[in-house]
């Protein structure tokens, strides 16, 4: 039973009675497990384009951006990187002072090797009254680790990841937000101007404000362009209401309701709130310094040169269909369209009447459209590219992660294991329909496709509701392109001594 104090709770979260109770009911029955028909594979759903082909691209995007389309560059950058230093946290806590783990040992032999060591060597003559050598010397490992993580250092733990120090400059070093400012640069800007948006949370948000009126002035002078950097947070309306383990609403200690993020896939209506023709997006710590750029400018030209030339083709089919004039074979062209080059495939389709099909043709056609980069799988963690079953019986192409999966279903556990790649969050999305109208993105929502998750509060045990993520269910009924992308293009930093890989030196 819902109180007063929980009906103004609700109120100001934007949050309906009727969607809590939704999200309740949630808990109760669960989300179904995917159908899969097979793991996505170069015979089969994802595109390996020739060196012709990429030019061809390229070229395709250039002609894209010359024509006066407005193009985005979206990065989710909410969240604190505390996950990045779970290893390091658990040191400064350990029961011992000498670095004992291999992870330890990694981090404190290259020390000097991070791109933040001279900010936490500042910080340690600053609050300890000695240098890093001098501290380490004195065995004082801990004070180190405490000085890059605490308040009164370099707050690493509290921090988001696009505001720490990754890569080193003769310049100084740079920060995953302002490599994403060049990166918006070299394949973003069209027409002298690159726009680019990030979703922080609301405790981060002045930070990156300081950060952008620090720093993009000298990139815009650096390659001749004006940024147009813009910002937004999670809207509370997207949290969620957690649960106890009988799926009562879990509640905090002064008896308010408890509601938490609702996940990666909140950002659809961020996403949906962008007036763009096409948006990239990427996560905020897959960047690599300028050595590296070419190939990730490249391969990002290259698949957004794919989605415009299939958004082209759509468009033209749509016209045609609009007309009422085609013939049989145009209607054949269509559906080989569709099956083959969008990937999306329906078993009765040849039991469909004439009305019917074009019906059906048209709901394929016109809807959002993403062309995803997948690399080949080497093991990290991430989303794998599958032909699912939709609920409108179809066969198409989307990115799952592994709690969408049966784990009790052998085949389908045998496909993600054997799975030849993965979804780096590498995706590229056109979010207008052949009239020049914006599509509402959360039409587009499988809303089956959440899932839930246990986490504690206060000691107390509870269970989680994620919603459909943003690269997974979130864009379920998009039409869906993979294309296969080189592995030197996925970088990202889950640790921290993953800094110290080759390609973040």
């Known amino acids: 039973m819902l109180t007063e104090k929980d009906i103004q709770q609700l109120a100001q979260k934007g949050i309906s009675e009727e969607k809590l109770n939704h999200q309740l009911e949630q808990f109760k029955t669960g989300f ?15 595109v390996a384009p020739g060196e012709k082909e990429r030019q061809a691209y390229v070229k395709a995007w250039e002609d894209y951006k010359a024509s006066g389309r407005k193009v985005v560059k979206f990065v989710p950058a909410s969240g604190a990187a505390s996950r990045m230093f779970k290893d390091m946290f658990a040191f400064v806590d350990a029961d011992y002072d000498v670095p004992t783990t291999p992870f330890e040992k990694q981090y404190f032999d290259n020390i000097k090797k991070f791109a933040f060591y001279d900010a936490l060597n500042a910080a340690c003559v600053k609050n300890e009254g000695k240098d890093i050598p001098t501290l380490l010397e004195e065995g004082k490992y801990k004070a180190v680790a405490a000085q890059m993580l605490h308040a009164e250092g370099l707050n690493y ?47 981060h948000m002045e930070l990156f404000r300081q950060k952008v009126a620090e720093k993009a002035d000298k990139f815009a002078a650096k390659y001749g362009i004006k940024y147009d950097i813009t910002f ?23 008896g308010s309701l408890l509601f938490r993020p609702g996940g990666h896939g909140a950002l659809i209506e961020n996403l949906n709130d962008i007036e763009a023709d096409v948006i990239f997006v990427k996560n905020i710590d897959n960047v690599v310094p300028d050595r590296l750029k070419a190939e990730t400018v ?9 989605l415009v030339t299939l ?17 049989h074979e145009q209607v054949e062209e269509i559906i080989r369209f569709v099956q083959q080059d969008l990937c999306c495939r329906k078993a009765d389709i040849k039991q469909l009447e004439d009305a019917e099909l074009v019906i059906y043709l048209r ?37 799952l992660e592994s709690s969408q999966i049966d784990k009790s279903n052998k085949e389908y556990m045998e496909m993600f294991t054997k799975g030849t790649h993965f979804n780096p969050v590498d995706l590229v ?59 030197g293009t996925f970088n990202p930093v889950k640790t921290v001594n993953d800094l110290l890989r080759e390609q973040h030196q």
């Open 32 to 46: 179904p497990f995917l159908r899969l028909e097979a793991a996505a594979s170069i015979d089969r759903g994802i």
């Open 157 to 203: 733990g509290q921090l988001p990841k696009g505001l720490l120090l990754f890569h080193h400059y003769d310049d100084g070093a740079r920060t995953p937000m302002e490599e994403h400012l060049v990166e918006g640069a070299l394949y973003a800007a069209s027409e002298g101007e690159a726009h680019v948006h990030f979703t922080v949370s609301h405790e």
């Open 298 to 306: 490249e391969w990002k030209q290259v698949i957004a040169g794919v």
């Open 429 to 487: 999305c056109a979010v207008r329909d052949y009239k020049g109208q914006p599509f509402n993105l959360p039409d587009y929502v499988d809303p089956t496709t959440g899932f839930i998750s246990s986490k504690s509060k206060s000691g107390k045990e509870l269970k989680a509701l994620e919603l459909p993520g943003l690269w997974n269910g979130a864009m379920s009924d998009w039409s869906t392109v993979f294309v296969e992308v080189p592995l």
């Open 363 to 399: 709901k394929k056609l016109n809807r959002p459209m993403r062309v995803c980069g997948v690399v080949k799988n080497v093991g990290e963690p991430g989303g794998g590219p599958f032909l699912t079953y939709n609920q409108d019986g179809t066969v198409s192409l989307q990115i």
């Open 232 to 254: 937004s947070e999670q809207k509370p309306s997207t949290d969620t209401v957690a649960a106890n383990a009988d799926n009562t609403p879990f509640r905090n200690d002064d």
């Open 311 to 327: 958004q082209q083709r759509a468009f033209n089919y749509l016209r045609l269909l609009d007309t009422g004039k085609y013939t």
